[in-house]
Structures are given as C-alpha cells and as structure tokens.
C-alpha cells in the first residue's frame, strides 16, 4: 500500500526540493553581496534540483510499472 500511494512520494521529494530553492536563494543573495561563492551555491542548487526531478521521474515510473 505504501509503494503504491503517490502522495508520500510527492511529500518524499517536497523537501530535497525546497533545500535546493534554498541554495539557489543563498546563492543569488550571495552574489548580490558580491561575494564570490554565490555562485557555487546557485549551481548546487540547480543540481540539487535537477536530482530531485531524476528521483522523481525515475519513482513514477518504477510505480507506474509496478501497477501494469
């Protein structure tokens, strides 16, 4: 029941992808500042991202064949 109920996958990746918002937002503030990290931030928040999206498509797909 647990594997086949998309919402706790949704609250699963909800999380990761807010902290790497929060990366990109760090990062953006950072090189308002002028500081020469932010934009190091930025880019690990887009991978972040980026692995939650992959987390993401590749779970609906491993449910979507589970059901068939």
Request: proline share 3%; glycine share 12%; with cysteine.
């Amino acid at each position: 029941m647990l594997a086949n109920d998309p919402q706790i996958l949704y609250m699963i990746l909800v999380v990761p992808c807010l902290f790497g918002l929060t990366l990109v937002g760090e990062g953006i503030s950072k090189l308002v500042h002028e500081e020469s990290n932010g934009l190091v931030s930025i880019i690990f928040g887009f991978l972040f991202i980026g692995l939650v999206i992959f987390a993401y498509v590749f779970f609906s797909s491993y449910l979507v064949l589970g059901k068939g």
